[in-house]
């Protein structure tokens, strides 16, 4: 009979990590920005670009829908995001930062960076690229198991 063993199961070692780091920068966001997770990943990713919609969030932050429709409406209420009439579909909206959006995001990200800076400090340059590289084979290969998303 074969024995599953939590700590030597790949899985869960990545999603205890990953809670891990989640928990720290969490903490942080909230502590200097009043911002949760679900919050700063809307931002970053809006930031990134012209603006999305609330579907296109939940495809690049891998959160359902819920919590991205939550997060977008407490951005909307603090003045940090607005929706704007789609023009490629009138079934949705656009997000976009406003100016009070885009200065939070100039001064998150620089902590952000800090952060990932931190936690990374005891990796040389050579690992970290390795480890980028297999977070990105990691990701391939879980696609296929992705039923949420297909």
Do not use: C
């Amino acid at each position: 009979m074969t024995t599953l063993k939590l700590d030597q199961f790949l899985p869960y070692r990545l999603s205890i990590v990953s809670n891990r780091v989640s928990s720290a920068v969490a903490s942080t966001y909230q502590a200097l920005f009043g911002l949760k997770i679900p919050e700063w990943r809307l931002v970053a990713i809006i930031a990134e670009g012209e603006g999305a919609t609330q579907q296109a969030l939940g495809v690049a932050t891998r959160m359902d829908k819920v919590t991205v429709s939550r997060a977008a409406a407490a951005l909307v209420e603090r003045g940090l995001i607005e929706r704007r009439p789609n023009a490629n579909d009138q079934r949705s909206h656009m997000l976009t930062l406003t100016e009070a959006g885009r200065t939070l995001y100039e001064n998150v990200a620089p902590k952000a960076l800090e952060l990932e800076s931190q936690v990374f400090a005891g990796f040389t340059a050579a690992e970290i690229k390795a480890f980028r590289a297999m977070l990105d084979r990691i990701e391939t290969s879980a696609a296929p198991f992705d039923a949420d998303r297909a």
